[in-house]
Structure formats: C-alpha cells, structure tokens
C-alpha cells in the first residue's frame, strides 16, 4: 500500500507518517513535506523518485504528472485500469494527504494551489478506493479507521465530501479575490464553514447551526459567553441587531433593547447606568426577555441597573468588570453575559427563498443632516438636530412600516412592522404616553397620506422626519403647516423586512 504525502501545513504529519509505516504503508512525499520527513528521519520516497522528474518551474510542477493521477485515479474494480497501470509501471496509491497553500492568509498569484486541489479531486472522485485526508484533524481517526481492517465505504465517502467542499470553499476565495464585481452578472459563489450547531432554530422543531462566510470575519468570532447557557438561533440574530444599532452612536454611552429584531427601547445618556435605565423606561413590558446591547464595559453601577429589572435573555457589551460580572451572574444565572469586539461592516445581504436567492448592498445612511430640506414653512423653534437624529437612525433599523418618537436622545415610542403608516403612528404615540408632547417623530418611508402625519402632530409632536417622495407630498406639506409642525425630508428611505 502507498500513501501520498503533500502538506502545506505540517502539524501532526510526522505522526501519521509514523502510523502509516506501521499499518503497512510505504510513504511517498513532496516538496516541504519530504523535507520534513527527513528532518524527523521518517523513511518515504520523493515524488521526483516515483515520476523520474525533477520538480520544476519554482515547484509548481511537481505532483503533476501519470505515476502520480494514474495512481490515485485507478479504478481497482477494472482490469483494464490494471493493464494500463502495469504497461506504464505505476503503481497504485491508497491515501492522500493534502491541505493546501495558504490563500486565505497570503492572497495572491502564488499562493493559488494547482497540484494540490489536482490530487485532492483526483483522490476524492476516486474515493471507493483511494481515503482522502484534508484535515489534520482526521489523521488519528483515519489510523484507527485502516487499522481496524475494515473497507468501510461511507467512511471514505465522508472524507471525499468534505474534500470537496475543502476545494470548494478554496475555490471560491480565489473567484472572490479576482472578481472586482460585487454583483458577478454570471454567477456568485459563497463559501459556507459551520462554526457550531445551535439547539434549534426559531422554534424548537427546527435544526439550526451558524455558519461563516468563508474568508470573512464577523464580530460573532470574538464573541465571547462569560455566563449562562448557549445562545439560541434567535438570540444571535437579536443581538446582531441590538450590537449594531448601538454603534451607530458608539462616540456616546449607548443602550438599545431588541425584542424580536426590533428596538424595544434605546437611550444615549452621559453613562451607561442610565442609559440603559432610561432604554428600559421606553417598554419595560417588551424589555422582559430582550436582548440588551451596551457600548460599553459594563461596571458595577450598570450592572447593579440590570439586576433591579425583570431579566433580560442577553446582555452584550465590550467587557464586564470582576464586580459587575460576579453580581450579573450570581443575581441573573438565566441570562446570557456577552462580551464581543464591534462589529464587522455588513457588505452584501443574501435572502434565499428556495432554490433561489436575493441579493442586495447592505443599507447605509447615504444622506447627511445638513443636506436635509425642511419643507414647510419657517418657525421660530430652534430644531432638536441630536433628538432627530436618534428617530431617524432608531427607525432605519426597526421592521417596516416603522414611526420611532424620540426625546431627550431616548426613544420613548416605537411603532414597528405594521401593514400601515397609520397604526405604526398609533402604536408609537400610546407607547409614549405624556412624554409625547414635543418630542419628535420618524417615519422609514413617505407618508402617502395626510392622516399618518397628522395623527403624530396632533398628539403633540412638533418635528417629523421623512424621505419624502410620494405624489401626495405638497398635501403632506400643506397639512404640515396647518397644524404648526416641522416636517424635513431626508430623501432617502429606509424599509427593513
């Protein structure tokens, strides 16, 4: 039996060589992995000693060659295989053992594998009699699985599988790295590596993992869960949202509440304490079971707030102190403790709907205050620009149709995913309650009626915030200057679905 050995990354290789011997194996190796070999004084033959052909061309021909894929390729089952093996005077190769040059890390012209995805194709299509091992992690196993004398197909199957989905993610790196098109017209590749399986997904009859993006980084690799149990499908994607929305304000102490991918409450206050009191006082009923979002280290004063609430299913922040730690999880043993670095820019959303997907740009604020028009007429009330901008960014990032009231820097109403302008207003008022009353409103979308507008300025509102751009905008506006409310425009709006 022969086993081919061509390694970029040599951890454990010497080891398994060693087991191979053992099992009977005769080792042929390449390149770094000869070297290596012959460093730990592990008996093999070169691969330029099999093919009778020196290495070439800076090592990129090496593995190239019929001694090598005749080898690998052979199918045991066809005497024909046989005959032309024999005529050739090659002989067959039962293993090979290959991970790849490091292009993730080192992206470049020369870091793109040809001879090594060749043997690994080569060895996986060939897999009923040829194991494939791409991951050094499976060399024990592969020992035990060849020394217990069993031919067991699914095995070998499993091996070529994730062969082929190790080229595949390697593949689509290099594609990704060449293409300068975000939106490639023919076709896109993602690359998917599971980081762990999850206990369910949104409901508990459903499987769920998380996965990354293969070549990315996301904020969730530094996560960090210093108490409590794993967090859940839904708990992930709620926090992604909270620990998003409150670095768009990361120059300030910052707290949002999310329930459901929404804001329940948010605040921006001179400390964390009593920003997150004060997000809190927005919907103390949705704050049961949310998932908290703090920009800061939380400290002992923050945690001390926390405790004196009905509990919250996670709190992310950038670190706890020792004190603050110690209370939140001797007091709150249910919630989850997170720590996490900020989070990673968002490029390209993918939504799939079966065999398909869409495929969008991430949003983004385009537009900058002072570009905004106010539309109607001049007052002499001074604009609460830092107000305006908290219900503005609060309400680009809460599920459509969405009106987020806002004062003081706080959000003290929000109206989220209704079918209409009109109950999202409703919604948002009552949540607000007599804190309404001067506050200032924002709307994702254009109001295309009167009636949405009105309803907030008849409850007290003095500044509405919209894009603007429905046909009915100069009754919009009339209506606005009738009942002595600011109305501005941004000319950009912000669904989220």
């Not at 196993?141 to 095995?155: F, K, P, R, S």
């Not at 720590?339 to 385009?366: H, K, M, N």
């Not at 009231?405 to 959000?411: E, T």
């Amino acid at each position: 039996m022969k086993a081919l050995l061509s390694v970029y990354k040599k951890d454990g290789i010497v080891e398994f060589a060693r087991g191979l011997i053992e099992l009977g194996f005769e080792i042929i190796a390449s390149g770094g992995t000869s070297i290596a070999l012959d460093e730990a004084n592990v008996s093999h033959v070169k691969v330029e000693d099999v093919t009778g052909f020196p290495e070439m061309l800076d090592g990129r021909v090496k593995t190239l060659h019929p001694k090598i894929h005749g080898g690998i390729l052979a199918n045991r089952d066809l005497q024909s295989h046989f005959k032309d093996l024999e005529s050739a005077q090659i002989d067959t190769i039962d293993l090979v053992a290959c991970n790849l040059y490091p292009f993730e890390e080192n992206p470049g012209i020369e870091t793109i594998d040809v001879g090594g995805p060749t043997m690994v194709r080569a060895a996986a299509k060939n897999h009923k009699h040829v194991f494939v091992v791409v991951d050094p992690k499976d060399y024990d196993e592969v020992l035990n699985q060849i020394g217990a004398g069993v031919d067991d197909y699914e095995y070998k199957k499993k091996l070529a599988a994730k062969a082929f989905s190790h080229l595949s993610r390697y593949d689509s790196l290099i594609a990704n790295w060449l293409s300068d098109d975000q939106f490639p017209p023919a076709r896109m590749t993602l690359s998917l590596e599971k980081s762990k399986s999850l206990r369910y997904g949104e409901n508990p009859h459903q499987v769920g993992a998380l996965y990354k993006i293969a070549g990315k980084t996301s904020w969730l690799d530094s996560m960090q869960l210093l108490s409590g149990i794993e967090l859940s499908y839904l708990n992930i994607y709620d926090a992604d949202a909270a620990w998003r929305l409150v670095h768009e304000f990361s120059d300030e102490p910052t707290v949002a509440i999310i329930k459901h991918a929404n804001p329940s409450g948010f605040s921006i206050s001179s400390s964390a304490a009593e920003s997150y009191r004060r997000a809190f006082d927005c919907d103390p009923v949705s704050a049961f079971g949310g998932i908290v979002a703090i920009n800061r280290v939380v400290d002992l004063e923050l945690a001390e707030a926390i405790v004196a609430n009905p509990k919250a299913d996670v709190v992310i922040a950038y670190g706890y102190s020792s004190e603050a730690l110690a209370l939140l999880s001797t007091k709150r043993k249910n919630t989850r403790f997170v720590q996490a670095e900020a989070p990673d820019a968002i490029e390209v959303q993918i939504r799939t709907l079966g065999g398909a997907a869409l495929v969008q740009e991430s949003d983004r604020f385009v537009s900058e205050m002072p570009s905004w028009r106010v539309v109607t007429s001049p007052n002499s009330m001074e604009l609460n620009w830092k107000d305006i901008e908290v219900a503005w960014k609060v309400c680009a990032r809460t599920s459509s149709n969405a009106i987020v009231i806002a004062k003081d820097r706080m959000a003290i109403g929000i109206g989220a995913g209704q079918q209409n302008r009109l109950d999202s207003s409703r919604i948002a008022i009552e949540k607000a309650g007599e804190s309404v009353r001067g506050a200032v409103a924002a709307s994702d979308a254009f109001f295309p009626f009167p009636d949405g507008m009105l309803t907030l300025a008849n409850a007290g509102i003095s500044t509405i915030v919209s894009p603007g751009g429905s046909i009915n905008d100069e009754k919009v506006i009339e209506a606005a200057n009738e009942v002595g409310v600011t109305l501005i425009f941004t000319g950009e709006r912000h669904f989220k679905h």
